[in-house]
């Protein structure tokens, strides 16, 4: 495909997680994918206006609007965060929804037919699959949609079943990332009949293998990092965090992010008599991340599968520790296997555990020259697999497909 910006073709992505800035600790992946596919389309970006943020901007490239789907402004939070967790958090946000698609869908046909974008990309079938297909439908415009997790594993019975094959087969392509993912959908399949491609996202490995701040073998730092919800499963870690200091007593542990699992989980904290061993370091913009990964012996994402069927679609954190060369301990839910192979890139232990983890944690603190061992081998593997290089050219070569644009 050529890399002229004068032969680009244009590509229009819908979202509803976008970072505001790139120091927002909104979960960047749909932004770096965006960034990396700019050497192939001219990308623009339509995602849901935030606090303050413009309502448009170009960032690092590429272009983005915002739009508005909510009065008074003050009241605009349905899309701050995941709104999965926004809806079980205030379910009175649940109004907002069926405003947030209708003005999407009008704000997306209005800039999809004035710049005529050469394919659409929705990232979720909920609600940007719908927008997506019923403008391409109007428009003629190919569509392709990616699923993340909350869209599947959230999203769950017989009508959404039915919602989920009739967008996909009224698009081009479907993308999950996770072979998990893939299994949840069996009878989901494209216009051209094909089942989802399993296309995870990506991580820059040079920005975190590029750090040399790692401790020597006797630092003891435990780390975590994601949003502070329940399916990430932090309230399992610090039940287990007292097994790990009754045999390493120096140890600590560090939770970087945020979320409505905060506060609760900072009582449980004191509740264990942890308080002196626990740091919660909050949200950290995405340059912070490397530092928090290489000045750590361990990585561990406690992940559960929630009471509504929720859990871990792929685990980018995962990688992330891992391009850092930092051993990780993960549980076997969702699409975290498909990252961590157990024994060899990191170790997988049963949710819901402490025991477990605590053992899983322990042993790598015991063993540091096997945690460098299994963190060197993850690295490697990571970078063959996972760098964004690599998966944006994945990318890249399908949407030029759904666009019918020759290479």
């Avoid at 698009?171 to 996770?178: F, R």
Wanted: proline share 7%; glycine share 8%.
């Amino acid at each position: 495909m050529s890399a002229s910006p004068a032969v680009r073709p244009s590509l229009l992505v819908l979202t509803s997680t976008f970072p505001k800035s790139v120091n927002d600790s909104t979960p960047p992946f749909v932004f770096q994918l965006c960034s990396h596919l700019l050497p192939h389309f001219d990308v623009t970006v339509l995602t849901p206006a935030v606090r303050d943020a413009p309502q448009t901007e170009t960032l690092q490239g590429v272009k983005v609007q915002r739009f508005h789907y909510f009065w008074p402004r003050s009241l605009e939070r349905l899309a701050d965060g995941a709104i999965l967790e926004s809806l079980s958090r205030s379910p009175w946000l649940f109004l907002q929804v069926p405003f947030l698609v209708l003005f999407e869908l009008i704000t997306a046909f209005r800039l999809a037919r004035t710049s005529r974008p050469d394919v659409i990309h929705a990232h979720w079938f909920v609600p940007q699959g719908i927008v997506a297909v019923l403008v391409s439908r109007i428009l003629n415009i190919p569509a392709v949609i990616t699923a993340h997790g909350g869209d599947v594993y959230g999203l769950r019975g017989r009508l959404l079943d039915a919602l989920r094959r009739a967008l996909a087969s009224r698009c081009e392509a479907v993308t999950v990332v996770s072979r998990d993912m893939a299994a949840k959908l069996p009878e989901v399949t494209s216009c051209r009949g094909e089942p989802p491609s399993v296309m995870p996202m990506g991580v820059d490995t040079r920005r975190f293998s590029g750090e040399s701040e790692r401790g020597d073998n006797s630092d003891q730092t435990v780390l975590f990092v994601g949003r502070l919800a329940k399916k990430k499963g932090v309230e399992y870690l610090l039940r287990a965090f007292p097994d790990v200091l009754a045999c390493h007593p120096d140890a600590r542990l560090v939770v970087v992010g945020d979320g409505p699992c905060r506060g609760e989980l900072e009582a449980l904290s004191s509740q264990l008599g942890l308080a002196q061993r626990v740091r919660f370091a909050g949200a950290q913009p995405p340059a912070e991340l490397p530092r928090f990964y290489s000045r750590s012996r361990v990585f561990v994402g406690p992940s559960v599968v929630t009471r509504g069927g929720d859990t871990e679609s792929f685990g980018l954190v995962f990688v992330e520790a891992m391009a850092a060369d930092c051993p990780v301990v993960g549980t076997s839910v969702g699409g975290i296997p498909d990252v961590v192979i157990h024994g060899r890139t990191g170790l997988l232990v049963e949710p819901e555990s402490p025991a477990a983890l605590a053992a899983a944690i322990s042993g790598l603190l015991d063993s540091p020259a096997e945690a460098d061992r299994m963190g060197s081998l993850a690295r490697r593997w990571v970078r063959r697999k996972f760098d964004w290089r690599q998966v944006a050219r994945g990318y890249a070569n399908l949407l030029a497909r759904a666009a019918g644009v020759t290479e």
